[in-house]
């Protein structure tokens, strides 16, 4: 039978066809999904983040390893609202108006997923009202903007303003992306900065914790 240790193992190591596997028999066996989620796949993704900050695995690993993890996330969902198991915080995340690029932003949901956050994935190019009906719509703790150019830092800073002057002053905002640095997100009123999926778990309970 498949333990626990398995699960995280699979994950870390971005087996997803093996994941695939052992979840439906962890679940079948009588694992409760809280603790699939706290005991394997929170501490698979935390695994996967501290490796990448020390440069021991690189982007693609993590793309593999996330792949794996919302695999398991798809079979653990259902059951997880059938017990009535809410997360802590939701956070709503999206890529601003005019850019396209995704891998960053996916990777940041996928370990805000993995370590217990419900997150509302908006997508790429979303403009600051879209933002806004999102925030009116899920009350979320936390909103992740990304930008991965230049030209569209402009349209982070718009947001940024956007959701403030809508009077979510308490919302706890956090940005990110290749342009995107500590001291510019100070500059636009942003609670914090990520420079990279890895760090953005941290950012963030950081951020709430405030």
């Given at each position: 039978m498949n333990t626990l240790e398995d699960l995280k193992?699979?994950?870390i190591n971005?087996?997803?066809?093996?994941?695939?596997?052992?979840m439906p028999d962890l679940l079948d066996s009588g694992f409760e999904p809280s603790a699939v989620l706290e005991q394997a796949l929170i501490p698979a993704m935390s695994v996967v983040g501290e490796r990448f900050k020390r440069n021991e695995i690189f982007v693609p690993e993590m793309l593999v390893a996330a792949r794996a993890m919302k695999e398991a996330m798809a079979q653990l969902e259902p059951r997880l609202v059938a017990a009535g198991i809410k997360p802590q915080y939701t956070a709503v995340i999206g890529t601003v108006e005019g850019d396209?690029?995704?891998?960053?932003?996916?990777?940041?949901?996928?370990?805000?997923k993995g370590t217990g956050f419900e997150v509302i994935d908006l997508g790429v190019n979303v403009s600051a009202d879209a933002f806004l009906a999102a925030i009116d719509q899920h009350k979320p703790h936390l909103v992740g903007l990304s930008a991965l150019l230049t030209t569209t830092m402009p349209a982070m800073k718009d947001?940024?303003?956007?959701?403030r002057n809508a009077g979510h002053t308490d919302l706890k905002i956090l940005v990110g992306g290749a342009p995107i640095t500590d001291s510019y997100a100070a500059e636009i009123g942003a609670d914090g900065y990520s420079r990279d999926?890895?760090?953005?778990v941290d950012a963030a309970r950081k951020a709430l914790a405030a």
């Open positions: 193992t699979a994950v971005g087996k997803r066809k093996e994941v695939k596997a052992i396209l690029h995704d891998i960053g932003k996916n990777l940041v949901a996928t370990m805000w947001t940024v303003a956007a959701i999926a890895a760090s953005a």
